[in-house]
């Protein structure tokens, strides 16, 4: 299910709700424009016919005045000497309302006209309003009776409508580029918490924009060097507790020397080799977080290679799938401690292990380590990376170390700006991609 960002979310509201106010304003307007909507409502025959009466008997100086008393919103008279233009006679039957105009003006001319333009100014579902009509007057000149301005004006509500979504498709776009501007901080701090979670060496958050804004942005550089100072002294303990161990270890090393039994000083020698290294260990998982990269050019296809043919010519299983052309951009002494450890742990788990080399989908390089044996749980592949996270429950280093192996790997992969991520092989297995920029 794809997930709809703040902006949008944002964006969407805000033009949704102008949009249904618009409408709701619109719905408004014709609801009271209703009574007005229907067919055009021609006046009595009476009232035409005294109108007619009336224009007769009045000189032609007060004509237009007593015009202008008949008009009306709904109805407008005027004089013409002919068919009026923009009219045309009608042809044919004319509705049967007409029938009565005839009748009170049986002694004058009536003619029943149409708009040239038929649906010029008709008013939605009206039939009789697509007619007009005209009577002689008594100088040969004709009174034409037509519907009045409010029914011209009837187009008007398709035009506003336009205008309407016209506005709201003009402010969906401004109110986005308000909304972008305001959300971009928020993916500034994203993207800084992001790259600061990668790398605690990171830079810090530019304090700028809003007062809301910068006021996150100085806490969040605030939490950075608090956890800055937090990880280097959590560092400089390690290291501290790791040379007084060292001095210690080195103490044992010579009393063991002094043993006379061979056999037990070859399990105390083994022991004591065992702590220096989970000691090692501990310290460069502690050191990862703040070691600087030391990245260059690596011809990954000639680095694989090489160390599938070194790790062949000492009689272990592993084998070349597909080593593509590639340049990255690695430290190759992380980089060969990263394979060494994915190898070592594809050899116990599974017997043999095959690498390739080829590109992400991201446009970055990948280097499989692919094995067959019985995978990870899906349970613990997700934990798979955390420290002294192991499948085998003991202890053992025999039977899977201190696990610290994949902590470390991930580490030294991250620190050169690449990632590892474990996914089931097909038909059965692990694969371990480590995941490197391209040069």
């Known amino acids: 299910m794809m997930r709809i960002g703040l902006g949008a979310r944002l964006t969407v509201g805000i033009v949704g709700g102008l949009v249904v106010i618009q409408g709701l304003g619109l719905a408004a307007v014709l609801w009271m424009r209703e009574p007005e909507s229907g067919a055009w409502r021609p006046p009595m025959p009476s009232r035409v016919a005294a109108a007619a009466e009336a224009l007769d008997a009045s000189p032609p100086a007060i004509r237009d005045a007593y015009l202008i008393g008949l008009n009306g ?16 006679v009608h042809e044919g039957l004319a509705p049967a309302l007409y029938r009565g105009y005839r009748q009170a003006l049986a002694d004058r001319e009536f003619l029943v006209l149409r708009p040239e333009v038929a649906r010029e100014w008709r008013p939605r579902g009206a039939v009789l309003s697509q007619h007009a009509f005209s009577v002689e007057l008594a100088d040969g000149r004709r009174l034409n009776v037509t ?30 580029r308000l909304i972008r501007l305001a959300t971009a901080q928020l993916e500034s701090l994203s993207e800084a918490a992001d790259s600061f979670a990668a790398d605690l060496s990171a830079p810090a958050m530019a304090e700028r924009g809003p007062e809301e804004v910068r006021r996150v942005a100085v806490a969040f550089n605030r939490m950075q060097a ?40 070859a399990k105390a020698d083994a022991d004591i080799a065992e702590m220096a290294g989970l000691i090692e260990d501990v310290l460069l998982v502690a050191q990862g977080e703040a070691r600087q990269p030391r990245r260059e050019v690596v011809n990954l296809h000639r680095f694989v290679e090489d160390l599938v043919t070194m790790r062949q010519e000492l009689g272990q299983a592993v084998g070349a799938d597909r080593l593509e052309i590639a340049y990255g951009l690695a430290e190759p002494a992380a980089l060969r401690r990263i394979l060494d450890n994915l190898i070592d742990n594809a050899l116990k788990y599974a017997g043999g292990v095959s690498l390739g080399v080829g590109s992400a989908a991201d446009d970055r390089i990948e280097i499989r380590v692919i094995d067959h044996g019985p995978g990870l ?40 700006n690449g990632d590892i991520v474990l996914t089931p092989t097909p ?13």
Do not use: W
Request: charged share 25%.
């Open 73 to 88: 919103d709904q109805t407008r008279f005027f004089i013409s000497d002919g068919i009026p233009a923009g009219y045309r």
């Open 427 to 439: 038909g059965g297995g692990l694969t371990a991609t480590v995941l490197l920029e391209r040069r």
């Open 226 to 265: 608090e956890l800055r100072r937090l990880m280097a002294e959590r560092l400089n303990m390690l290291a501290a507790a790791a040379h007084d161990l060292k001095t210690l270890l080195t103490r044992l090393r010579l009393r063991v020397a002094g043993l006379e039994d061979e056999a037990q000083r």
């Open 377 to 416: 749980p899906a349970d613990f592949a997700a934990r798979a990376f955390e420290p002294f996270a192991r499948h085998e429950p003991s202890r053992n280093r025999a039977t899977g170390g201190a696990g610290l192996g994949l902590s470390i790997a991930q580490t030294l992969a991250r620190q050169m």
């Open 147 to 176: 519907p009045g301005v409010s029914q011209r004006r009837r187009g008007l509500t398709t035009v506003f409508l336009v205008v309407a979504f016209g506005m709201a498709a003009l402010s969906a776009i401004f109110v986005a």
